[in-house]
Nanobody, 124 residues
Framework: QVQLVESGGGLVQAGGSLRLSCAAS????????MGWFRQAPGKEREFVAA????????YYSDSVTGRFIISRDTAKNTVNLQMNSLKPEDTAVYYC?????????????????WGQGTQVTVSS
């Protein structure tokens, strides 16, 4: 079992930055592929970014490529999402998730543990 707790959300103006963190407890998060998803009001939850177990490979959705950076700190058992050049369309609840898949997945169904989410609001 892995428990995930997100933090770092808040209100920011367009063009600003936020850094989300996901703290894992229970089994060490380095055993899992870690991902970030988001869900805007009235929309489906969508993939944002993912990182492999070693932290050597990262994956991003087209909408955040070049603006967001996912990283992991195995010593601290955390996964971070640095979000730069934020846009109003980035407004959503952001979720951290863990997968035990053999390859890095971008679909929700492949992630077995989820955090409760943290709200990110970007004002125009």
């Amino acid at each position: 079992q892995v428990q995930l707790v997100e933090s770092g959300g808040g209100l920011v103006q367009a063009g600003g930055s936020l850094r989300l963190s996901c703290a894992a407890s229970g089994r060490t998060s380095s055993n899992y592929i870690m991902g970030w998803f988001r869900q805007a009001p009235g929309k489906e939850r969508e993939f944002v970014a993912a990182i492999n177990r070693s932290g050597s490979r990262t994956y991003y959705s087209d909408s955040v490529t070049g603006r967001f950076i996912i990283s992991r700190d195995t010593a601290k058992n955390t996964v971070n999402l640095q979000m730069n050049s934020l846009k109003p369309e980035d407004t959503a609840v952001y979720y951290c998730a863990a997968s035990n898949s053999g390859v890095v997945p971008t679909t929700q169904a492949a992630y077995i543990y989820w955090g409760q989410g943290t709200q990110v609001t970007v004002s125009s």
